[in-house]
Structure formats: C-alpha cells, structure tokens
C-alpha cells in the first residue's frame, strides 16, 4: 500500500528502514508524550516487523506507514491508522452501526514544525473516509503537548472528551485529550 500527498509518501515498512526508523523512535523527544520508547534497538526491530505483519493480516486492521518525503525518499517518521470493530455511537441509539478508526503520528523531531504530521494524518483519514468506509476517526493526545493538539484540530477533529489518568507515560500516569471527526455527510453527535 503507498499513499502520496503533495510533498509525502506513505508506504509499507520494510526491514531495510530498521535505521531510519530507530533514528526517531530511540529520540527522547518524539516519545516524550508516548507510551513507548525511547526505542533499543530490540523494540525498533520488533516494531518493524509488527507493521509487517499488520500489512499482510487478513482482515486487516492495522495501517501503520512509513512517512517519508517525495523528493528524496527519506524516512522521517510513522503514521498509523488502527480499525475498530462496527459498534453503536452510544447506548440506545438506533440505527446502523458504525466502523471507528483512531490515527496516530511521530516524527523525528527535525521535522517538526513543517506540516508533514497534519498532511500525512489528513491523507491517512482521507483513505480511511472513503477506502474503508469508516464512519468516525478518533485520535488521542497528552495535554501537554500542544503541538499534537494542534494537528488534530487543523484536521478538522473536535476534542470530544478528557480523560484522566488514562496512560501510563514513563512511569506517570497522564490524561488524554480525546479528538474526533466523522466522516462527511455523517454526524455522530448527540442532537
């Protein structure tokens, strides 16, 4: 599978891209707000071939690609796009149900600040609209990191709730900003 954008690939990870990838993912910084990392070189071989097998599972539920840049092909960063099962939006509400899907993003900190996670994450969403039929996407995000919350917004999501205490970060339980956005022409929200 290969996405592009103006200025982006996204495409199946590969065993050659283990030092592109541990590049940023053994960087304190881009875990920081994460529940892994910084990666040894173990965790970054099995997180590799994790995205390999996720590519060949049938059905498949997991899309996590590698971001790297048009021009020159390089490895930058990660982008993820999990399946959950069809469920009802709440309890009592009548109608179909609904597929969810919940997006994710690191880059390697040299990067930041370029646009690359909001171009990558709104084409990640765009496949998972209209390839997948997902009818809602999530993502999550600490509240201290103002940058992430900023992607999501300018994706279009709305923060739709808070979470305390939700994820154990480096030792520390932090809270979850909580992001969604439906799929066009589709509102989810209570009325």
């Known amino acids: 599978m290969k996405l592009t954008t103006g200025r982006l690939v996204l495409r199946e990870y590969a065993a050659a891209d283990f030092a592109a990838v541990h590049a940023f993912a053994s960087d304190p910084r881009s875990s920081e707000f994460m529940d892994w990392g910084p990666n040894s070189e173990q965790d970054t071989r099995e997180f590799v071939d994790f995205c390999q097998a996720c590519a060949s599972a049938i059905p498949r539920t997991g899309y996590t690609l590698a971001l790297t840049l048009r021009s020159t092909g390089l490895l930058f960063g ?102 969604a956005m439906d799929a066009p022409g589709l509102s989810l929200e209570r009325r």
Request: positive net charge; contains cysteine; aromatic residues 8%.
């Open 78 to 179: 990660s982008v993820s796009l999990t399946v959950h099962g069809a469920h009802q939006a709440w309890p009592g509400r009548r109608g179909p149900a609904v597929r969810e899907g919940e997006i994710g993003y690191t880059l390697h900190p040299e990067h930041w600040g370029h646009g690359y996670a909001t171009e990558a994450a709104r084409c990640l969403a765009g496949f998972g609209f209209s390839e997948l039929g997902l009818g809602r996407i999530t993502a999550t995000c600490r509240p201290e990191n103002v940058a992430s919350a900023a992607v999501l917004q300018k994706l279009g999501m709305a923060q739709v709730g808070h979470r305390t205490n939700d994820r154990l970060i480096h030792g520390r339980w932090m809270d979850s900003l909580v992001f």
